[in-house]
T-cell receptor, first 117, second 112 residues
Framework: GAVVSQHPSRVICKSGTSVKIECRSL??????MFWYRQFPKQSLMLMAT?????????EQGVEKDKFLINHASLTLSTLTVTSAHPEDSSFYIC?????????????FGPGTRLTVT | SQKIEQNSEALNIQEGKTATLTCNYT??????LQWYRQDPGRGPVFLLL?????KEKRKERLKVTFDTTLKQSLFHITASQPADSATYLC???????????FGKGTKLSVIP
């Protein structure tokens, strides 16, 4: 399967600071990338859909000014958590999707554990 | 609203037996149903995809069924091994949509 990397794998930051998480598809071009958040023992919750070269589409209840998404190329999307608060502490996972019309599975990164103190 | 339910939060089985995990959906008619494996602290890994017009799909020791009448998918692991221990996630997407809606997952433990 395709390989998706995420960086960093873990980050601890102070309340009020911003954190950037990178998601890269290493061996295929991803027209679409998705950002999810997962709380302990909970399902993956879709936060936003990111298409290369256009603005991200956010799910209901997700603040677009707080979670800034940039999909500058077919292999890189970034999520910036601005003015982080302890309640933003979670496991953030990205996935990449080829969008070739034949494959509907998503390839996930290893996740980023964010802890806001 | 759409609901994806994986009825068992946890399932313990003996090594060598067949594990069967259930995924039910309501208020929804997914065109695609997918199963993923997730290990602790890791992202999900794609296992199998089945389309609404398919009844069954196999891959090595894995088998998935899709019953649109019962609104249910079953995921089987035959000859289970301790290395199969993980959380298994069911996910659905509609026709023309690539977005996935996930169930909460079933944590499978295969006991040697």
């Amino acid at each position: 399967g395709a390989v998706v990397s995420q960086h960093p794998s873990r980050v601890i930051c102070k309340s009020g600071t911003s954190v950037k998480i990178e998601c890269r598809s290493l061996d295929f071009q991803a027209t679409t990338m998705f950002w999810y958040r997962q709380f302990p023992k909970q399902s993956l919750m879709l936060m936003a859909t990111s298409n290369e070269g256009s603005k991200a589409t956010y799910e209901q209840g997700v603040e677009k000014d707080k979670f800034l998404i940039n999909h500058a190329s077919l292999t890189l999307s970034t999520l910036t958590v601005t003015s982080a608060h302890p309640e933003d502490s979670s496991f953030y996972i990205c996935s990449a999707f080829s969008g070739d019309g034949r494959h509907y599975e998503q390839y996930f990164g290893p996740g980023t554990r964010l802890t806001v103190t | 609203s759409q609901k994806i339910e994986q009825n068992s939060e946890a399932l313990n089985i003996q090594e060598g037996k067949t594990a069967t995990l259930t995924c039910n959906y309501t208020n929804y008619s997914p065109a695609y149903l997918q199963w993923y494996r997730q290990d602790p602290g890791r992202g999900p890994v794609f296992l199998l995809l089945i389309r609404e017009n398919e009844k069954e799909k196999r891959k090595e020791r894995l088998k998935v069924t899709f019953d649109t009448t019962l609104k249910q998918s079953l995921f089987h692991i035959t000859a289970s091994q301790p290395a199969d221990s993980a959380t298994y996630l069911c996910a659905c997407s509609g026709a023309g949509s690539y977005q996935l809606t996930f169930g909460k997952g079933t944590k499978l433990s295969v006991i040697p």
